[in-house]
Each structure stands twice: as C-alpha cells, then as structure tokens.
C-alpha cells in the first residue's frame, strides 16, 4: 500500500494500445483508429472519470478494458490478469451504456442468474441477490418483470448486476443515462460505498458536472489519445480572480500581475487569470501597489468543464 | 447453479417456448384424426421430421443473435463464465428440451395408437433415437449460425440455406444421377451436412447394427463439429457497442 492508502498493484493497466475498425481485409477501406497507442495505469480505491467529446474511444477504452473488443496493438491487464482472461472477469464489473435484460426475467431472477454465472452456491447466490437489491433499492420492483423497466430502472439492475460478488474494478459506461435527479444522487452515494471498500471505479460520462462530485482522476481522451491523465492540478489549481474597484481607479498594467495575466478590465472591474489560491495575496499586494482601489475579490477555481472546453481547443488548434 | 441458470434460460428466455412444445404436440393427435391415414404411415417418420428437423429451428431462433442484437451478450461476456461452457450449456438446454419434448411425443403416439390402432409402431425406438441426433445436429448447427447472424435469423438461414442445398441436389439426381458432379456433390451433403437421410434410414432399420453404429457415430462428430465451430467463432469475436 502506498501513503495514501491505495494500492500499489495497477489495477488496470494498458500498455501502448492501439484499437482501429474497419480496414477490410485487403486495406481498400481507410481504418478508423479509435484508440491510438494509450498507455494508462489505474491503482486501487479510486474513482476515475474518462472524459472526452464523442468518438473520443471512451466506449472503446471501457470495451476493451472489460475484454469485449480485441486491442488492434499492446496490452490489457485486470488486476494483474490479460484482459478477456476468467481471471480478469471475476475481478470486474461491467455497466454498458444501454443495458439489456431477458424482459420475462423479474429483477430478481436477472440477479440470481448472473450471481450463477459467479459460480456461486445456492445460499451465496440468495444472499449475494439480496444484498445488491438492499443496496440499490430494488426491494420493491425485485419481483416485476424487467420487460417494464424504465431505461433508469434498467440502469439500476445493471449496476447491480455489476457490483454482484464485490469486483474490484467498476466500469460505467454512462451511468446516469436515465436516471432522475434522485437516481443521480442514489449513484453517487453507491459509488462512493464502493470506493471506500477498496474497489476501483471508471466512469465514462458526458455529464462533467456529474463527474466532478464524483471522482478523484479524470482521463481526458481526445481523437484516441489521452490529452491529460491523472488528478487534473490545473483543474483544482487554475482559476479566474475577480476583482472589484471604485470607480475612478488608475488603469492596471498587465505586466504589474505578473506571472498571472488580465483577461478582463473595466472601470470597476478587473478579471485576472491566476495559478492557485496562492497566487492572491501577490495579486491583490500589486494591484494595491500600482494604485488601484481595491473593495473586494472573489476567486473562482476553474471547473472540469472549462478544462475540458479548454483541452479540445487546445487540441483543435 | 452455474449449468441450472444457462440451461434452463434456454427455454425461459421467450415465453412463446411453452406455446410453441404445445402446438408441436398438438399436431400429433390432429393427424391421429386424419380421415385418410395410410394404414403404413410411420409415427416414427413423423416425429422425426416434425419434431427432429424443425422443431430446432424454431426453438434455437436468436440464441445467441437476439442477445448480440440488443447488446444483452456485453453483460454475459463480462461475467466469469468461458464462452465455450456459454455455448455448450446452451446447446444443452436445446437438447434437453428435445428430450424432454420426445418422450412427450413417443408416450403420447403410444397412447393414441393404443386407443386408435391407426398407422405402425416399426422400429419406433429407432425413431425417438435418429430423430434425438438430427434435433441435436440441426440445434448445434443453427446455434453456431447464431452466434454471427444478428436476431434470430439463424433460422431463416437455415432454411433458406438447406432450399440452396437441396433443391440443386434433387434436380442434379433427377436428371444426372450418374455424373460425377453428382455423386460429388451428393457425397459433400449426405456426409458434410445434418444427416437426414442417414438417420431416416436408421430409422427404417435400412443399417445393419455396425453401420447404425457408425451413422450414430457419424452424427455426433457433425454435432460436434458444428458446435467446435461455433465456439472458435464465440471465442474469437467482438461484441461491439451498437445494439440494434
């Protein structure tokens, strides 16, 4: 175990993968690289939000990870075990975007069937489907068929199915896709219960609002390759310093803010681009130096969605 | 639990199964009522044909396809169960199922020749046991088609795959039986595809014990060989995000 109580073993681990479609058999028709040569590792206990525009390899990225499509190159490894491997999937459990059921199965007879697949006892499997449909709440819809779920019951059922026998990764491909501001709310406190067991949690999700309460890492994949990986420092350092003047306040000169840079100025406002809340004190020290007449500020810390919105323009450019 | 949970989804995944053991069952006292029954009419061809070439077809309709196309097989492809052990316990529910659905059918001809005395019995164990080996066969067949075709147009293939088949044989017999093109062509269907003739005729008690030996030999290797395939192609594919 490392300091900070995570696990030193990756729990995924990708080496230089590569995953193109299409092609053909004799290359007449262009490959589309939807992952080009990503190399990622991921310790235990933490929640990981995979972000990107679509067509990023988001899906891509979780499908192979779970062992359902095949690197074009490089290596998967599942705590430890080539992905695809029994191995591997025992040790993982997987949320697809759109999950689908046996719709003359009830939500209970869903779960004892993939507690099965577990190779579970009889008694495991009792308790093992009771316990997940205690944990997602479920109690009340165990028995209805799921042929009349909502999408967001079915993501539910899902994401129960997938925490059957405690896995140790977690996979979520859109998980919140159908789900009310109360089944918003529900998700997060499950996978926080289930970071706090030790388990590792990816979340692919186009709701960065969503993903900000949730998660400790983000992945920041762009045109299939990762852009920013790990926890993001300048999202949590960056910001915008909004500072209030009196009217009739000297003009400021940027070069007076310096490292930090002027994005805005008017005759009661100055807006001025800072690296971290320790930047403050110098700022507000200069501009007081300079003459201004200072009357109040207020840093906002830059969002995952500007730091997204920031990394595709950055790349586009 | 693990064989239990796959081999009875099998026949729980579409509620139409029941109706549809039920309305194959019925057939057999309808024709039992049939005004014009040759007094030689074989029950046992009946069940071989009736339940042991078609009833296949329409039991393992969309085993594996309906599950690619609603994106249902990303969550079992994700649980800690070989793809192989998938394929074979389905199959298995499918053979189980006929042999559950055979024994209905022989005690119910039995029962309606006992009370009847219309049409033969000949050789009727013959006949429960061919017409168990071509369900097995046509079942591994369709199930390995299923694994690639999307939906349950597996058996539509099958259909239309054996009129593609059959129907060049027929015409190349009826007007050049002794080409070699014919015996050819004749030699790769008899051996290569489900073994209709070879088991009707172990059925008709055409074999001597060895050569009824070999054909139920000869018939288990197709089973086999067909199910090898589906499990090499199972193993060996993708399973896409697209649900259509």
């Known amino acids: ?82 992905a695809r491997s029994l191995d591997a999937r025992r040790s993982l459990g997987y949320v697809p975007e759109s999950p689908a059921f046996l719709s003359c199965y009830s939500a209970r007879a869903v779960l004892k069937h993939h507690a099965a697949l577990h190779g579970l006892s009889r008694e495991a499997i009792a308790g093992e489907t009771e316990r997940v449909l205690s ?177 595709c323009r950055e790349r586009a450019s | 639990m693990k064989a239990y949970a796959m081999i009875s989804e099998t026949f729980l995944r579409k509620s139409s199964f029941r109706l549809v053991h039920l309305g194959w069952l019925l057939a057999y006292p309808l024709i039992f009522l049939m005004p014009s029954l040759p007094e030689t009419w074989q029950w046992g061809g009946l069940m071989f044909a009736w ?69 033969s019995l000949d050789r009727f164990a013959s006949w429960i046991l061919a017409s168990w080996l071509i369900f097995n066969t046509w079942a591994a067949l369709s199930t390995s088609v299923s694994v690639v075709v999307s939906r349950d147009h597996n058996s539509m293939t099958l259909v239309l795959a054996t009129i593609i088949v059959f129907f060049p044989l027929y015409m190349l017999l009826l007007f050049f039986q002794d080409s070699m093109v014919t015996q050819v062509y004749h030699a790769i269907v008899r051996y290569g595809c489900p073994p209709v003739d070879i088991l009707a005729g172990l059925g008709l008690g055409k074999y001597s014990l060895a050569e009824g030996g070999a054909n139920v030999a000869h018939s288990l290797a197709l089973t086999v060989l067909y199910g090898a395939a589906g499990i090499v192609l199972l193993k060996n594919r993708e399973f896409k995000y697209a649900a259509d």
């Open chain 1, 1 to 82: 175990m490392s300091e900070d109580g995570r696990e030193m073993t990756p729990v995924i681990e990708c080496r230089e993968v590569t995953k193109a479609y299409g092609g053909g058999r004799a290359g007449r028709k262009a490959s589309v690289r939807a992952l080009d040569n990503i190399s990622w590792q991921v310790g235990g206990g933490t929640i990981v939000g995979l972000v990107g525009p679509n067509g990023a390899g988001k899906t891509t990225l979780l499908s192979l990870i779970a062992g359902l499509l095949f690197p074009t190159q490089g290596t998967i490894h599942v705590c430890g075990h080539p």
């Open chain 1, 135 to 311: 944990q997602l709440r479920l109690e009340e819809y165990a028995d209805r068929a799921v042929g009349g779920f909502s999408q967001g019951m079915r993501q539910r059922l899902a994401l129960a199915v997938a925490l059957l026998d405690n896995p140790r990764l977690l996979l979520l491909d859109e998980p919140s896709n159908g789900l009310d501001p109360i089944g918003v709310i529900e998700l997060r406190r499950i996978l926080n219960e289930v970071r706090q067991s030790g388990a590792t949690v990816i979340i692919s999700s186009h709701r960065l609002g969503e993903l900000e309460r949730l998660t400790s890492d983000y992945v920041f994949l762009h045109r299939g390759r990762i852009v920013q990986f790990g926890r993001d420092e300048r999202v949590e350092q960056t910001g915008h310093l909004r500072v209030e003047l009196l009217p009739g306040s000297p003009h400021v000169r940027e070069d007076v803010l310096a490292p930090c840079s002027l994005v805005e100025q008017s005759d009661t406002r100055l807006v001025i681009a800072v690296n971290g809340i320790e930047d403050v004190p110098g700022v507000v020290s200069s501009l007081v130096g300079a003459g201004a007449l200072v009357t109040g500020v207020a840093l906002e810390m830059q969002d995952i969605e500007e730091t997204f919105v920031r990394l």
């Open chain 2, 51 to 119: 339940s042991g070439c078609l009833l296949p077809i329409v039991l393992s309709a969309g085993i594996f396809g309906d599950d690619i196309a609603s994106g249902r097989i990303r969550l079992l492809a994700t649980e800690p169960i070989h793809l192989s052990e998938l394929y074979i316990y389905r199959f298995l529910g499918l053979s189980l199922q006929a042999a559950a659905h055979l024994l209905a059918v022989a005690a119910l001809i039995l029962l309606l020749h006992g009370l009847t005395g219309r049409g």
